[in-house]
C-alpha cells in the first residue's frame, strides 16, 4: 500500500524551530518528487516547498523562502521539512505529498497524501 | 505567481443535482491543472489532474474540461459524500498554487 505519514508537529515558541518528517512506503521513493503544502485553521491549501526524487531541484513558497529547509533521505524513505524563525501565521496542518515522477520531470498533481501534522506557534 | 480564481466561493446544492465549479487562472497553465476534494479532518484527494483525467478510482460523477486560463469541475449528480470543499490548483508554474477553495454544502 502506498503511504505518507508525517510526524514532527507540535507546539513552539514564536522565533524557534522544528522538523517535521515524512515516511514514505510502498513506492519506490527516489523516483518521485515530494511536497509539503499546509493549510491554516480556517483557511485554505497553501503550497510550501517541492523537491525532486535526487534532490536535484527544491523550490520554496515565498512566505517560507529563507526560513524553511526541505531535504530527503532516500535511504530512508523521508523527506523532512526544517522549519527556523517560526512565526504564528505558519501555524497550520502540514501535509507531505507525493508528485510526479521523474519520468514526467516535476510537472504534475500531488496524488498520495499524509494525514497531516499540527503545527501550532504560540507563546 | 499565477493566480488562481474559484467561484462560487459557496455552492449550496441538493443530492441528485449537478454542480459545476469554476476555477480561473491569472495567466495560462495549458492543462497543468489539478481538483482536489478536502474533508475537515481528512487529507486532499486527487480527483483530477490534467485538467480533465479522472484520477485512481474516482467516480465517474466527476468530470473536468477547460485549458488555457478556465477550467471547470462538474459532480454530476451529488451524492452525500460529495459534500466538502473543491480546491483546483496548476502545477505548471512555479510556484505552484491553489485557488481559495469551493465549499459545496447541503441545499
Known amino acids: 500500500e502506498v503511504q505518507l505519514v508525517e510526524s514532527g508537529g507540535g507546539l513552539v515558541k514564536p522565533g524557534g524551530s522544528l522538523r517535521l518528517s515524512c515516511a514514505a512506503s510502498?513506492?519506490?521513493?527516489?523516483?518521485?518528487?515530494m511536497d509539503w503544502v499546509r493549510q491554516a485553521p480556517g483557511k485554505g491549501l497553501e503550497w510550501v516547498s517541492s523537491?525532486?526524487?535526487?534532490?536535484?531541484?527544491?523550490y520554496y513558497a515565498d512566505s517560507v523562502k529563507g526560513r524553511f529547509t526541505v531535504s530527503r533521505d532516500n535511504a530512508k524513505n523521508s523527506v523532512y521539512l526544517q522549519m527556523n524563525s517560526l512565526r504564528a501565521d505558519d501555524t497550520a496542518v502540514y501535509y507531505c505529498?507525493?508528485?510526479?515522477?521523474?519520468?514526467?520531470?516535476?510537472?504534475?498533481?500531488?496524488?498520495?497524501w499524509g494525514p497531516g501534522t499540527m503545527v501550532t506557534v504560540s507563546s | 505567481e499565477i493566480m488562481l480564481t474559484q467561484s462560487p466561493a459557496t455552492l449550496s446544492v441538493s443530492p441528485g443535482e449537478r454542480a459545476t465549479l469554476s476555477c480561473r487562472a491569472s495567466q495560462s497553465v495549458s492543462d497543468n491543472l489539478a481538483w482536489y476534494q478536502k474533508k475537515p479532518g481528512q487529507a486532499p484527494k486527487l480527483l483530477i489532474y490534467g485538467a480533465s483525467t479522472g484520477a485512481t478510482d474516482v467516480p465517474a460523477r466527476f468530470s473536468g474540461s477547460g485549458s488555457g486560463t478556465e477550467f471547470t469541475l462538474t459532480i454530476s449528480s451529488l451524492q452525500s459524500e460529495d459534500f466538502a470543499v473543491y480546491y483546483c490548483?496548476?502545477?505548471?508554474?512555479?510556484?505552484?498554487?491553489f485557488g481559495q477553495g469551493t465549499n459545496l454544502e447541503f441545499k
Open positions: 505529498a507525493r508528485g510526479p515522477s521523474m519520468m514526467v520531470g516535476m510537472v504534475g498533481a500531488f496524488d498520495v
Open positions: 510502498g513506492f519506490v521513493f527516489n523516483t518521485f518528487s
Open positions: 490548483q496548476q502545477y505548471g508554474n512555479w510556484p505552484r498554487s
Open positions: 523537491i525532486s526524487g535526487r534532490s536535484s531541484f527544491i
